[in-house]
């Protein structure tokens, strides 16, 4: 019994590694979507959506102002993405799309909750926040 115990703390202190390791990698989108381009208007309209689907969504982690620094963001292993940094505001915005699509670890996935018309709202109003 005292095996089996050990056995299944080792196994969850490796798994528990891994999600931090994987968590803490530079998180880089395929090259093939840096071509992708945003079919959304950059408008009053659809950066005021994005705004709303990321007052619902997304401020609890990345923070009200996109830093990076909401009440959700000290209890994950890899901090949240600050939108107004240099590194995320190189990426193409078929990147960002994707990333929001696909999601990682502590990331959701919105690629079967969200619209690609919201999902490209929600780029157009990150790419405000400077």
């Known amino acids: 019994m005292k095996l089996v115990l050990v056995l299944i703390v080792s196994v969850f202190s490796v798994m528990q590694n891994l999600h931090v390791n994987i968590d803490n990698t530079k998180w880089k989108a395929p090259e093939s979507v840096d071509k992708v381009a945003n079919p959304i208007p950059v408008d009053i309209a659809s950066i005021s959506a994005g705004k709303q689907l990321f007052n619902k969504l997304c401020w609890t982690c990345h923070g009200q102002t996109g ?29 960002i799309f994707w990333k929001i699509s696909e ?22 109003y990150l790419r405000t926040l400077k």
């Open 67 to 95: 830093k990076g620094n909401g009440p959700a963001s000290t209890n994950l292993n890899a901090k949240p993405t600050d939108f107004s940094s240099v590194e995320f505001n190189e990426q193409t915005d078929g990147a």
């Open 103 to 124: 999601g990682r670890g502590s990331m959701a996935s919105f690629k079967t909750s969200l619209s690609a018309k919201q999902r490209w709202q929600l780029v157009n």
